[in-house]
């Protein structure tokens, strides 16, 4: 079994139950030959994500292969792929726009977004994830940067970049190319006519006080629209689906006695929207657990697997929301998503104003039939058919 094989995407907690039973390390190869490392065992993976020793910078790579290795120069000046100092100064530029205050003034506006998204909805029947899960982080998002809403090639464009399929290499480049040219015409505009938000506060920081360099600000707008819209698009998702496989749950929700924001910790616990860490290169021979990983070696660590160890989580496999979580989904160390604040919150208002407008949800198909998204990178479903009934005005659900 290889991290690239079929049966890990079609059941990934039972293959990798498997392999943490027999070690916490895994050597694998990529699609292209490349040797790589996984690790899926809690303890090891949660040591690993504050690993100094373990790089995001691919200049640390030891390898000859191109897997994940093809982002164009312009878009690759990221937070993902450095290392302090640079890593910390860019942090820092970027992490004013998501202080938990900042991200708190923006539910009366996330909000607004989601009942007008539901109120559209006049049938006995839709898609979720068409309704709700992927306009209400998009209308985020662009609203964040200031970008235009109505560019809808931003979800073709994440879906090419997240969904590789063999031979599809020249789709990821022209989805990169697009996104490129997309965003530099975006900057040019800020340049010209600011305002307040954050690629003109950015614009702003590399022309005035040359806190960034011209590289680095395309690929800090690039880093933002990519993975704060796919992350809470999935989040959304999978916490809707994890109420409507448990109605007992989505009782409680309705009584008040379970807050939302307990599903939505539970969700990124026991089906998270990116089931891998950022892969890292070790900076020298490293040995996690009995296995030596040698210095340039890439390591992908598996947070899907770590948030299901039965070592850390008693009933792993089980939807359980209320109970203490020390999940993994959005990392642990310098490198924790500063985007999880506003994950978070969206997706607490969308499952909360997802069960106000509707007193009645039911999955309209069997499992078995929802299509999950073929990738290793992201774990989302490319629909969600629900069965609905219009709510009584006047009714209320707790989000907190």
Same mark, same amino acid.
């Given at each position: ?18 392999? +943490? ?55 690759? !000046? ?175 929700? +309705? ?34 657990g009995d296995t030596v990983i040698p210095a340039g070696g890439r390591v992908w660590i598996s947070i899907a697997s770590a948030n299901r160890d039965d070592r850390e989580f008693p009933s792993p496999d089980s939807f359980t929301p209320g ?15 500063? @985007? ?6 969206? !997706? ?31 774990? @989302? ?20």
């Amino acid at each position: 079994m290889t991290l690239f094989d079929r049966s890990l995407l079609e059941s990934p907690s039972a293959t990798y139950a498997r392999l +943490r039973d027999s070690a916490a390390v895994h050597r694998t190869t990529t699609p292209d030959g490349e040797p790589l490392w996984v690790i899926t065992r809690y303890r090891e993976a949660r040591a690993s994500l504050a690993d100094g020793r373990l790089s995001l910078d691919k200049a640390n790579a030891k390898t000859s292969g191109t897997y994940q290795s093809s982002m164009p120069p312009e878009l690759d !000046a990221h937070l993902l792929n450095m290392d302090p100092p640079d890593h910390t100064r860019l942090r820092s530029l970027i992490s004013r726009a998501f202080t938990p205050r900042r991200i708190a003034a923006l539910r009366t506006r996330i909000q607004a977004m989601a009942d007008a998204l539901l109120a559209t909805q006049v049938g006995p029947s839709m898609d979720l994830m068409q309704t709700l899960a992927v306009p209400l982080p998009m209308g985020v998002i662009c609203e964040l940067l200031g970008i235009p809403e109505d560019n809808h090639d931003f979800r073709a464009w994440t879906d090419t970049l997240l969904s590789p399929s063999a031979g599809s290499a020249a789709d990821s480049r022209a989805a990169m190319r697009q996104m490129h040219q997309f965003l530099t015409g975006v900057i040019q505009d800020k340049r010209s006519h600011p305002s307040d938000d954050l690629l003109s506060a950015l614009t702003h920081a590399r022309d005035d006080r040359g806190s960034l360099t011209e590289q680095e600000l395309l690929s800090l707008a690039f880093l933002t629209l990519f993975a704060g819209y796919d992350n809470a698009v999935h989040l959304i998702g999978n916490a809707a689906l994890g109420l409507l496989l448990h109605p007992q749950l989505m009782h409680q929700v +309705r009584q008040r006695s379970l807050p939302v924001r307990a599903v939505v910790e539970e969700t990124l616990r026991w089906n998270p929207p990116f089931p891998l860490a950022v892969r890292r290169f070790a900076l020298e021979d490293i040995t996690i657990g009995d296995t030596v990983i040698p210095a340039g070696g890439r390591v992908w660590i598996s947070i899907a697997s770590a948030n299901r160890d039965d070592r850390e989580f008693p009933s792993p496999d089980s939807f359980t929301p209320g109970c203490p979580s020390t999940h993994l989904a959005f990392g642990h160390g310098i490198h924790y998503c500063l @985007g999880a604040p506003l994950a978070r919150l969206e !997706a607490e208002i969308a499952i909360g104003s997802l069960l106000e407008h509707f007193p009645a949800l039911e999955l309209a198909v069997p499992l078995g039939d929802l299509a999950w998204w073929p990738s290793f990178h992201k774990r @989302g479903l490319r629909s969600l058919p629900v069965w609905t009934r219009p709510l009584k005005p006047g009714t209320a659900v707790a989000q907190g």
